[in-house]
């Protein structure tokens, strides 16, 4: 995947109280570690990440990088994690900077709005290690960690046009960059699989794969705005609505908590039942990108010593893990057995290839 040129966004804390320490520049970031570390200051493997918008508690990507540098921790004690968090685009370059000033041995930035301003500062720090979220850089000393999150999204879209009650799904994202279409196209192309197949004519709102234009709440963390584009969609008769919005979708998870059963989420990145379990009521499933895992691999190697090699990175499928369809938790009584063989089945033909699943989005 390309390194994603983001748009300016000057970010609004979200209702809910996410604490941001923003860095400023010319400044060393504020920092977050983990109180009570046994490791001394000079065994210490310093891991040390740079969230993108949203925070460390966007119930999401950030959140999910979070909790793998400290499953690191658990497993090689060594690990000193810190992070610092971004609350606008101009708090990339110092916070990675401030972390290159700190010597820290692992430098991770997270999310594709990263890509450009990472592969700058590793360019210029080439002693330091670092490691990205959702994108690529073509520096030796950058560890991209990407997601075939398409092929679990085919998975959802087929959950959704098989559950749903109305004929009619939907999908929006929060910005359009690669990390967050690439979701809506597999979503797409699961609801028109299962029209194939069961020669049915499910509608998907939101989203045009092949014009690739789609409906956008332009934030990852404002709830509200989250809440006007779900009640436009469940207007125009959409009952399984697919966030790709980070903390933004929590807006859509209480819109389907108000709609008295009559809409259910498919959230995405975190099981929606363990990272926001207030709504795990109306969580039909979620795609899940296992950041942590990735995360939690390449701390650990890091801290035992072990290179982290640029080419090929880490990617994450259906066939290792790296992504897939969470449990319907409470909706598990509701999905038709039947529904569920299918599903499985589906999971198995897209790893074996005999189902293609693409994505111009997809990781190259």
């Not at 969230?51 to 990088?65: Q, R, V, Y």
């Not at 009650?165 to 192309?189: E, H, R």
């Not at 897939?324 to 790893?351: G, H, R, Y």
């Amino acid at each position: 995947m390309r390194p994603v040129r983001g748009k300016r966004i000057v970010a609004i804390l979200a209702a809910g109280g996410l604490t941001l320490a923003a860095a400023a520049c010319g400044e060393a970031p504020a920092e977050t570690g983990t109180p009570g570390s046994s490791a001394s200051a000079a065994a210490a493997y310093k891991a040390c990440m740079v969230t993108d918008l949203g925070g460390i508690d966007d119930k999401s990507f950030n959140a999910s990088a979070w909790a793998g540098l400290q499953a690191a921790q658990k497993e090689a004690p060594n690990v000193d994690p810190k992070y610092v968090a971004s609350s606008s685009e101009a708090d990339y370059e110092p916070g990675l900077r401030g972390y290159v000033t700190q010597s820290c041995n692992f430098i991770l930035a997270v999310g594709g709005l990263m890509g450009e301003v990472t592969t700058k500062v590793a360019k210029e720090s080439q002693t330091s290690q670092f490691g990205i979220v959702d994108s690529t850089s073509g520096n030796s000393n950058v560890y991209p960690m990407q997601f075939a999150t398409h092929q679990a999204a085919f998975l959802a879209g087929y959950l959704a046009a098989g559950y749903s009650k109305s004929g009619k799904v939907a999908t929006y994202g929060g910005l359009k960059i690669a990390p967050v279409t690439i979701f809506m196209d597999g979503f797409a192309d699961g609801v028109a699989h299962y029209n194939q197949v069961k020669g049915k004519k499910i509608e998907v709102l939101g989203w045009n794969k092949a014009t690739q234009n789609g409906s956008f709440a332009e934030s990852f963390i404002d709830q509200n705005k989250g809440k006007s584009v779900t009640q436009t969609l469940v207007g125009q008769g959409a009952d399984v609505i697919m966030p790709v919005a980070g903390g933004t979708g929590l807006g859509t998870a209480q819109v389907a908590k108000d709609s008295g059963g009559k809409v259910s989420v498919i959230w995405v990145d975190q099981d929606g039942c363990v990272s926001a379990a207030q709504y795990c009521d109306v969580f039909l499933s979620t795609v899940v990108k296992n950041i942590e895992g990735a995360v939690k691999q390449a701390v650990v190697k890091g801290a035992k010593g072990e290179a982290l090699a640029a080419a090929p990175g880490y990617q994450g499928t259906l066939e290792n893990d790296g992504v897939s369809l969470a449990p319907f938790n409470s909706f598990d009584s509701k999905v038709d057995p039947t529904l569920k063989t299918e599903l499985e089945k589906l999971k198995a033909d897209i790893i074996a290839g005999t189902v293609k699943v693409e994505s111009v989005s997809a990781p190259k």
